[in-house]
């Protein structure tokens, strides 16, 4: 066997000995990353995924940050949250400079990993274009979308992951559109790693921020992030919210390596018998008087996403 | 080595010479010569460098934010609507104190559809904090892109340098080109803020008016001592490879009544003018602007002075007559010529200096004929 070979499987073995020994929060790195200092909202899981992305990415990595939430979170100069460097950049532009960075780190023969963290606003809606250029390019760097479905650092705008019937400052009588679908977006550039995440679930997130800096390639994870001010919840449901967004199987937690889907833990079982819709709709403000026909096109778009994704994880498309 | 080249080519040239480790472009009439020589050269393995074929010149500029702000040079071009379309990263590229080199071929902006030689485009970025150098000859436009390099790097500039040549009327222009062996003219990359994971920094965060109003000074402090820099920066290339060059070309100024004042080719164009005017009895001189950011200190008092500008600012004037007006307090006369590729000829700017209104303003061959 070549030095090269015996040098990859024991990566492999190394990460297989890693992901068994980290089946619960105890075996997550002691190390933080993102200090208390922060200048997030209470309840704000954006910022609680973020502790655990930086756990899993580890210090040799920098984040690059559009304008979003953690253009705030990270704190006011010449003061910082965050424990590892954070390039700040325009709206439209994260994916483009996370783009010449990792070119650049190539250049240079540094292995830093370079992650982009933005909102959904700076994704769906204005970075698409650069979040599509950096895919279809094939750029070695991790795209982290934590999405609390509006412009959250505006004071909530609709956006265009803003979900329908949900009323937010410009539209007050409840969104008229559905939810752009990011992720099948995403999929159509055959990325060699997918995955969606939610807060309220950090060891699945940690492990996968793991995974996906193991592969070389353009990776993406898309965060469902609860949103306490957004939403209008109170603050101490955040992590509870974000378990009704998966038991309901409103969000749904699944991984694409190389193609292939795996559906995650806790949505497998919501997936075969998911909980009432109402819960999660109920419990939040913006949903306030949903009107019959908009809960039943929900209804139905749960329904169609548990198909679509039942279907491919089957491998009957 | 002397060969003939575009100007497009000589500039693609210079790039190779300074070997960025990161090349990020999008492809824009009439610059596209440009990155495509630049992707020959990677390919052919003549540059070892990375080539990031971006999907918009906004992501272009935002690329090599990245990549210079990762600790590599860095080197994009454009024109035109390209340069408008990265607007946003040109200021933050200054912001952030990034040394970018950057070519913009210059041209006119739409609509209609125009690919032809202005300077409105390049004008529009003049409050960036970008240095901005406009060229008027092949060989000029090889030896400023090296030059920038080494002016955009050194530790009391770090700002990006925009090297500005006509549209067509240079950028498709053969002329003569000598190349260099550069040696040890342009030093290693550094960048002393460059992004370093052993000493986790935020870099542009959220900042109050006290700091960000300091960052302001720092960008204009830096502004002030490139005038220096460019000067030595322009020295040494004068002693290494011989060739001189200052803020501005002077021809025939020194005992000249009048001077011509034009930026870019019509600046060369303005030479032949002037030889005319001399063979008539006529003193005159020209000053070709090369840098317009810094702007330099200019010595034009008691002459008469005719300023061609390429460019209008509407409402307002021609930018380099009001550049002029402000700086020297003398009253030109302006023409406004050559917009949208618009034909002008030595016999044109002849004209300009014998038929000459100091303090009025006109536009060659649209309002009343001069």
Same mark, same amino acid.
């Given at each position: 066997?070549?030095?090269?070979?015996?040098?990859?499987?024991?990566?492999?073995?190394?990460?297989?000995?890693?992901?068994?020994?980290?089946?619960?929060?105890?075996?997550?790195?002691?190390?933080?990353?993102?200090?208390?200092?922060?200048?997030?909202?209470?309840?704000?899981?954006?910022?609680?995924?973020?502790?655990?992305?930086?756990?899993?990415?580890?210090?040799?990595?920098?984040?690059?940050?559009?304008?979003?939430?953690?253009?705030?979170?990270?704190?006011?100069?010449?003061?910082?949250?965050?424990?590892?460097?954070?390039?700040?950049?325009?709206?439209?532009?994260?994916?483009?400079?996370?783009?010449?960075?990792?070119?650049?780190?190539?250049?240079?023969?540094?292995?830093?990993?370079?992650?982009?963290?933005?909102?959904?606003?700076?994704?769906?809606?204005?970075?698409?274009?650069?979040?599509?250029?950096?895919?279809?390019?094939?750029?070695?760097?991790?795209?982290?979308?934590?999405?609390?479905?509006?412009?959250?650092?505006?004071?909530?705008?609709?956006?265009?992951?803003?979900?329908?019937?949900?009323?937010?400052?410009?539209?007050?009588?409840?969104?008229?559109?559905?939810?752009?679908?990011?992720?099948?977006?995403?999929?159509?550039?055959?990325?060699?790693?997918?995955?969606?995440?939610?807060?309220?679930?950090?060891?699945? @997130? #940690?492990?996968?921020?793991?995974?996906? /800096?193991? !592969?070389? $390639? +353009?990776?993406?994870?898309?965060?469902?992030? =609860?949103? &306490?001010?957004?939403?209008?919840?109170?603050?101490?449901?955040?992590?509870?919210?974000?378990?009704?967004?998966?038991?309901?199987?409103?969000?749904? @937690? #699944?991984?694409?390596?190389?193609?292939? /889907?795996? !559906?995650? $833990? +806790?949505?497998?079982?919501?997936?075969?018998? =998911?909980? &009432?819709?109402?819960?999660?709709?109920?419990?939040?403000?913006?949903?306030?008087?949903?009107?019959?026909?908009?809960?039943?096109?929900?209804?139905?778009?749960?329904?169609?996403?548990?198909?679509? /994704?039942?279907?491919?994880?089957?491998?009957?498309? | 080595?002397?060969?003939?080249?575009?100007?497009?080519?000589?500039?693609?040239?210079?790039?190779?010479?300074?070997?960025?480790?990161?090349?990020?472009?999008?492809?824009?009439?009439?610059?596209?010569?440009?990155?495509?020589?630049?992707?020959?050269?990677?390919?052919?393995?003549?540059?070892?460098?990375?080539?990031?074929?971006?999907?918009?010149?906004?992501?272009?500029?935002?690329?090599?934010?990245?990549?210079?702000?990762?600790?590599?040079?860095?080197?994009?071009?454009?024109?035109?609507?390209?340069?408008?379309?990265?607007?946003?990263?040109?200021?933050?590229?200054?912001?952030?104190?990034?040394?970018?080199?950057?070519?913009?071929?210059?041209?006119?902006?739409?609509?209609?559809?125009?690919?032809?030689?202005?300077?409105?485009?390049?004008?529009?970025?003049?409050?960036?904090?970008?240095?901005?150098?406009?060229?008027?000859?092949?060989?000029?436009?090889?030896?400023?892109?090296?030059?920038?390099?080494?002016?955009?790097?050194?530790?009391?500039?770090?700002?990006?340098?925009?090297?500005?040549?006509?549209?067509?009327?240079?950028?498709?222009?053969?002329?003569?080109?000598?190349?260099?062996?550069?040696?040890?003219?342009?030093?290693?990359?550094?960048?002393?803020?460059?992004?370093?994971?052993?000493?986790?920094?935020?870099?542009?965060?959220?900042?109050?008016?006290?700091?960000?109003?300091?960052?302001?000074?720092?960008?204009?402090?830096?502004?002030?001592?490139?005038?220096?820099?460019?000067?030595?920066?322009?020295?040494?290339?004068?002693?290494?490879?011989?060739?001189?060059?200052?803020?501005?070309?002077?021809?025939?100024?020194?005992?000249?009544?009048?001077?011509?004042?034009?930026?870019?080719?019509?600046?060369?164009?303005?030479?032949?003018?002037?030889?005319?005017?001399?063979?008539?009895?006529?003193?005159?001189?020209?000053?070709?602007?090369?840098?317009?950011?810094?702007?330099?200190?200019?010595?034009?008092?008691?002459?008469?002075?005719?300023?061609?500008?390429?460019?209008?600012?509407?409402?307002?004037?021609?930018?380099?007559?009001?550049?002029?007006?402000?700086?020297?307090?003398?009253?030109?006369?302006?023409?406004?010529?050559?917009?949208?590729?618009?034909?002008?000829?030595?016999?044109?700017?002849?004209?300009?200096?014998?038929?000459?209104?100091?303090?009025?303003?006109?536009?060659?061959?649209?309002?009343?004929?001069?």
């Amino acid at each position: 066997m070549s030095g090269n070979r015996i040098a990859k499987l024991s990566l492999q073995l190394m990460t297989i000995i890693e992901e068994r020994s980290v089946n619960n929060l105890s075996a997550i790195p002691k190390e933080e990353y993102l200090y208390k200092c922060t200048s997030a909202c209470a309840g704000c899981s954006s910022s609680l995924c973020l502790r655990y992305v930086l756990k899993a990415a580890g210090p040799d990595s920098v984040l690059v940050v559009p304008a979003c939430c953690t253009s705030v979170i990270q704190g006011m100069y010449p003061g910082t949250a965050m424990n590892v460097p954070v390039y700040n950049i325009a709206f439209a532009a994260a994916a483009a400079c996370a783009s010449g960075m990792s070119d650049a780190f190539a250049t240079l023969g540094r292995e830093t990993n370079v992650i982009v963290y933005a909102g959904d606003g700076g994704t769906v809606d204005i970075g698409i274009q650069a979040l599509s250029g950096a895919f279809e390019r094939g750029t070695n760097f991790l795209y982290i979308c934590y999405d609390n479905e509006a412009y959250g650092n505006t004071g909530m705008q609709r956006s265009g992951s803003t979900p329908l019937g949900a009323r937010t400052t410009t539209t007050p009588g409840g969104k008229p559109t559905a939810k752009k679908d990011l992720d099948r977006i995403v999929e159509a550039h055959n990325p060699p790693y997918m995955a969606t995440a939610c807060s309220a679930y950090p060891l699945d @997130l #940690y492990k996968k921020v793991k995974k996906a /800096l193991s !592969i070389e $390639g +353009p990776k993406f994870i898309h965060i469902l992030a =609860p949103c &306490p001010p957004g939403w209008r919840y109170p603050t101490e449901k955040t992590v509870e919210m974000g378990k009704l967004a998966v038991k309901t199987a409103q969000w749904i @937690l #699944y991984e694409r390596e190389f193609g292939k /889907l795996t !559906i995650n $833990g +806790p949505s497998k079982a919501a997936m075969k018998k =998911p909980a &009432p819709l109402e819960d999660y709709i109920k419990s939040q403000g913006r949903f306030k008087n949903l009107s019959p026909e908009i809960f039943d096109l929900m209804r139905q778009q749960v329904e169609q996403n548990i198909q679509r /994704l039942s279907r491919e994880e089957a491998g009957v498309c | 080595m002397l060969t003939i080249a575009t100007g497009n080519k000589a500039v693609a040239a210079a790039v190779k010479a300074a070997k960025p480790g990161v090349v990020a472009a999008y492809p824009i009439t009439p610059q596209t010569e440009i990155v495509e020589q630049i992707a020959d050269y990677v390919t052919d393995g003549d540059l070892e460098s990375r080539y990031i074929p971006v999907e918009s010149e906004h992501s272009a500029m935002a690329a090599c934010i990245g990549a210079s702000a990762g600790g590599v040079r860095t080197f994009t071009a454009t024109s035109s609507h390209g340069l408008l379309y990265m607007h946003e990263m040109v200021h933050w590229a200054a912001g952030a104190r990034l040394p970018i080199v950057m070519a913009n071929v210059n041209r006119a902006l739409g609509p209609g559809w125009n690919t032809w030689a202005e300077h409105t485009d390049a004008f529009s970025q003049r409050d960036t904090g970008w240095l901005q150098v406009f060229v008027g000859t092949v060989q000029e436009a090889y030896d400023a892109t090296l030059m920038a390099f080494k002016i955009a790097e050194d530790e009391r500039v770090l700002l990006p340098v925009m090297v500005n040549l006509d549209g067509f009327a240079l950028s498709h222009i053969m002329q003569s080109l000598e190349t260099v062996e550069i040696g040890d003219f342009l030093p290693p990359f550094h960048l002393p803020h460059a992004i370093d994971t052993e000493n986790p920094c935020g870099y542009g965060p959220m900042t109050g008016p006290a700091d960000y109003f300091r960052f302001r000074w720092d960008i204009e402090r830096s502004m002030r001592d490139a005038r220096g820099v460019i000067a030595d920066v322009e020295r040494e290339f004068a002693e290494r490879f011989g060739r001189t060059y200052g803020p501005t070309e002077d021809y025939r100024c020194e005992d000249a009544d009048v001077v011509v004042v034009a930026v870019g080719t019509l600046g060369k164009e303005a030479e032949v003018a002037i030889d005319r005017l001399r063979d008539e009895g006529i003193k005159a001189g020209s000053m070709r602007l090369r840098w317009f950011r810094p702007f330099p200190d200019l010595d034009l008092s008691g002459r008469d002075v005719v300023v061609i500008d390429r460019d209008y600012s509407f409402g307002f004037g021609g930018v380099v007559a009001h550049s002029i007006r402000s700086k020297t307090g003398i009253e030109p006369y302006s023409v406004i010529a050559g917009l949208g590729g618009q034909e002008v000829t030595y016999n044109d700017i002849a004209d300009f200096v014998r038929n000459r209104r100091p303090g009025e303003e006109t536009w060659f061959g649209v309002s009343d004929h001069v």
